[in-house]
């Protein structure tokens, strides 16, 4: 029997294995893909190497950077851009709005210094009474359709942290009279592989990790302290760490009281299709990576694998690669060939590229994408990872814990579970 269970081999299932390694002990994980990295796995195509969407590491945690430093790894400044019906602003959008006409500025500065305080209950309110209803409804509140797939109003706050810069009304000016302004992202630097990928930065967690590949768990027996995988094969554990999504891990287990089961049913996440573009020109895009906010592109981020690293691409080539997101409460209604449309035609409504400039556009669905902190998710989520967790499973990574967390914060969260679960 092993003394430790893991399901998944992201990257919060292979910390809790390093953390075992670490300990002397021994882990196994036991993943439902042929390949380990989970969301930070790579896309090879034809030369091109594309991460599975924009990943660049900010991590100051000692345990992260002592596994991260040992790959070589290329500094960048975090300079990123917003594609603006025509206009290309720096970001963050409010205190960079020197490209716009002077009308337009006018109104958006006079929207935030109007801007009305009061009761904050959702994201919306908190959106407004930062920025003003015009600079809301003109960036963030139009991102927010596109990104989370439901409107501000049905989202709490508690996920922001310091994800959203709060307006200042110095900062608004100075950056409305003046295209030299500083950087104002939440880091000054973002660290990147020189090659391999994001995923190179966890080549050693999976190298020396002991991964059993393509076996779905399927059913839980906590009990009985045993986990059925796809073909039939039962393994009994110790101790189990879990990194499946939460709701899928409810779904699976047994003798699930059915209050459980109805939250867990409530909570859900966004998915995306990813366009991965290859160019045969240099220097496509204009930034690391930029946000879109034109309604009828569908893509509401794009990133560079070229300027993260050259050697993500061939010589003389460069490339992007487009995240469309969508949810249960907006599924996706188009066809992947009208999804690769909509994204050539921005591309050349952009400016990036012609056509004849492509070399490919490829395809990858990721059926996980973030967890929507939707109005009173955290309150149910937190119900139902309290009874998990009394079932004696502690639970690791984005999706097990349903949480907002970084690829750095994931790593903990890794590791701190494999100590919790030995700690109990």
Known sequence: MPETIIIGAGIAGLAAAYQAKLQS?????YESRDRAGGLLDNILIDGFCFDTAVHLSFASEFAVREVFDRTPHITHIPVSLNWDNGYWLKHPAQTNMHPLPAEEKVN??????????????????????????????RWPLKYTRKYWTIEAARLGTAWVGQRMRKADISEVLMGAFDSKTPNQYYVKEMRYPERGGYKAFIQHLIDEANIHYNLKAICVNFAEKKVTFSGGLEVAYERLISTMPL??????AKDVPDDIKQKADSLYATEIDLISVGFRIPNVSPALWFYIYDEDILASRAYSPNRKSPANVPEGCSALQFEIYWSREKPRNLSIEEIKQN?????IKMGLAHSEDIMFMHHTYVP?????????????RDVVRSWVERQGVSLAGRFGEWEYLWSNQSMMSGLNAYIRAWSA
């Open 108 to 137: 958006l500065i006079k929207g935030l210094i109007n801007a009305e305080s009061g009761n904050i209950c959702n994201y919306q309110d908190w959106l407004v009474q930062q920025y003003g209803y015009e600079i809301a409804e």
């Open 368 to 380: 996980y994408a973030n967890v929507v902190f939707d109005l009173g998710m955290e309150e149910r």
């Open 25 to 29: 002990r021994s882990a196994e994980i």
């Open 343 to 347: 994204t050539l035609q921005a591309i």
């Open 247 to 252: 709701p899928e891990l409810i779904s699976i």
